[in-house]
């Protein structure tokens, strides 16, 4: 699937970007995961939140954020890409797969890829098991309407794209 953007940076902000390169998970476990399947099982496995930054007072990046970045390295076909955003074993993997979609998909695609997922009732906690339940298409409508995700900022979305979204 064609990649949207900065191809380095895979347009997360700079400090977060850093942040995942140096973290002690994202060289040690994720550097090891060389297949879509192998990310997509770490998802099922280790991650219960979706907020880019671990909790408490430290900096460093999520597990979910790593696995992330992982998988814009690996660049998923649009067949997997399609795979992780329907995947029925875990709401994470799914969300996942739509913070992909959101980061590093053409604006232009934005709606074809997450407006079927608006009105999807099955739940999620992204800011983990304390935190509050929203449905999947709440979270996906937020992906496309806000330009912050917890404490950093989504790629910009041209205003005539926002305005079709919108519409």
């Known amino acids: 699937m064609e990649q949207y953007g900065n191809l380095t940076t895979y347009n997360l902000e700079s400090v977060l970007k850093q942040n995942i390169g140096n973290s002690d998970f994202y060289r040690n476990d994720c550097s090891s995961l060389t297949t879509w399947e192998a990310v997509i099982d770490a998802i099922y496995d ?3 939140y ?11 990046p999520s597990t979910a954020f790593c696995l992330l ?3 814009f390295v690996l660049k998923p ?5 399609r795979a992780t955003i ?20 053409p604006p ?3 709606w074809e890829w997450l407006g079927p997922f608006c009105a999807d009732p099955e739940e999620i906690q992204p800011s983990g098991p304390n935190g509050p339940t929203v449905t999947l298409g709440d979270f996906v409508r937020d ?4 330009q912050y995700y917890f ?3 989504f790629p910009r979305i041209p205003k005539k794209v926002e305005d079709d979204i919108q519409a």
């Open 46 to 48: 280790q991650v219960d």
């Open 50 to 60: 979706l907020e880019p930054w671990l909790a408490g007072n430290a900096r460093g």
């Open 69 to 71: 970045h992982r998988l």
């Open 77 to 81: 076909t649009e067949e997997q890409v």
């Open 86 to 105: 329907t995947h029925e074993d875990s709401a994470y993997i799914r969300a996942i797969g739509f913070l992909y979609l959101r980061y590093v998909c």
């Open 108 to 110: 232009k695609d934005l």
């Open 143 to 146: 992906l496309l309407l806000e």
């Open 151 to 153: 404490e950093t900022i």
